[in-house]
């Protein structure tokens, strides 16, 4: 089922430097699925994410053309209060998340379901929970702002989670992080996916896409100038110039493929990599040994 169509979009911020910021985007946003987009500094991937959550038009104004349907319904016609409960946003800084209002993890998750007006009995299941599923029992009594960069991350994800919302837009969640602190992230993303969530995510870390997303979208700007599925446009030899790159498994696949026409798949996964080289090394190493 499809959630999201964004027909020829422009956008271009109140205060601005002539340029749209936006230009001419469509796409599609199934039900399910995890998307990744990816681009160079400043190509329009925040601003991407600020129109899938209403941010754009409700609090940047500006001038929008084009249509955004969200649900069926346009998003002019959505309230605020109302895509919120679809749409959790997780945003690039953590620091930012984090409401400033509570002086507890506990009360910094339950923030968002207090705002709803859910019953107090029901807002400690539900935190209790979550808190459970990402194995954070240990910050719930502390202040957010005393927490790590990564545990204030996870708290980030937590206070979204909590609210249950179908559909989720991550923006760069791991920029700030170290290798666990990603990897934990990343399974926190895995695991929303097992539910069923459908999520847009940023992300430069390619190794992680490939692993991870099922469609991609590439921005230069403010366009999507290419988009598929993962394993097509990360193993795409076009790609390898930009600057947002291949994974490093396609690099070498691409490399070993110029060299030698009868290199197999391009992977883009380290497990793929393996498995072409092994083929192509037991295709080289047979002929060497068999003296032709
Ligand atoms: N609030 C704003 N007001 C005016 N211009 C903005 C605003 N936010 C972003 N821009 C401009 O819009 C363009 C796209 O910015 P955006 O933040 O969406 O890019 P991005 O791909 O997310 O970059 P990054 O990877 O650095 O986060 C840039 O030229 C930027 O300067």
Redesign the pocket.
Known sequence: MELIRVNNLDYM?????G?K?LKNVSLSIREGKLYAVI??????????CNVLRGFIPHF?KGSLEGEVVVEGKDIRHWTMSELAKNIGFIF?NPFTQISGVKDTVFGEIAYGLENLGVEVPEIKKRVKQVIQLLNIEELADKNPYELSGGQKQRVAFAAVIVMDPDILVID?PTSQLDPKGTRDIFDMIKWMKEQGKTIIL?EHKLELIAEHADYLFV?ND?RIITEGNVEDVLSNPALIDYEAGLPQYARLGIELNKRSSDFGQIPIHRSQAEAEIKKWLGIHVNQGGSGS
């Not at 911020?13 to 430097?17: F, G, S, V």
């Open positions: 911020y109140p205060i601005n430097d340029e910021a681009g160079k500094n400043g190509t329009g991937k925040t601003t991407l940047h690039q760069e940023v921005m403010g």
